[in-house]
């Protein structure tokens, strides 16, 4: 029952400032979940469309050959996952699920970790569309990395929502690409 109230305690406290904040202040729950490596909280803070393009990005996925599905599928989206079980998925699973596949990867490279995000400020386009300009310091293993990234917002009826970005549509087309060549 503790495990339960501190889960719906922590749940509420990272709710509220997606709902009720502005895209700075989500920029900055959205890396600590990041750094926490909590993917299914991260969900809530994307766009829905967003969250859908990417899975239409991904649908190919499930037209693989039969041989390198096998392979594919619990590689980028968990172990025994299989073409049923990614058609049942809504789009949120779906993508959390990619992202933890692809971060536990990552994390075999050496311990991955966000030393230092930092919000530098935020570039308004227009009254429905934000962009958030950050600094990461990022390690993974012996190998540490300083990015600026843009995380671009748009204002929904729930609040302000994280737009899928170019990285992750990238990252998309590369997936597509290894899969042709195999």
């Known amino acids: 029952m503790k495990k339960t109230l501190c889960a719906l305690f922590f749940l509420v406290l990272t709710a509220v400032p997606v709902f ?3 895209p700075e202040s989500i920029s900055k ?3 600590d979940l990041l750094k926490n490596q909590t993917w ?3 969900v809530p803070l994307y766009d829905r469309e967003s969250l859908h393009e990417f899975r239409e990005m991904m649908s190919f996925i499930l037209e693989l050959p039969a041989e390198v599905e096998a ?3 619990p590689q980028f989206f968990g172990p025994g996952t299989t073409r049923e079980s990614i058609k049942a998925m809504d789009d949120g699973v779906f993508f959390s699920s990619f992202l933890k596949s692809v971060m536990a990867q990552a994390a075999q490279l050496g311990q991955f970790d966000f030393k230092k995000i930092e919000v530098l400020g ?3 386009e227009g009254t429905s569309l934000s962009h958030v300009v950050t600094r990461t310091e990022v390690s993974v293993g012996d190998i540490s990395m300083e990015s600026m990234e843009v995380i671009s917002f748009k204002k929904t009826e729930t609040g302000w929502k994280i737009l899928l970005q170019g990285k992750m549509k990238g990252i998309a087309q590369q997936i597509k ?3 042709k060549q195999r």
């Open 20 to 22: 009720a904040g502005t």
């Open 29 to 31: 729950v959205y890396f």
């Open 40 to 42: 299914d909280q991260i």
């Open 71 to 73: 392979q594919a599928l």
């Open 122 to 124: 935020s570039v308004p």
């Open 177 to 179: 690409n290894a899969m």
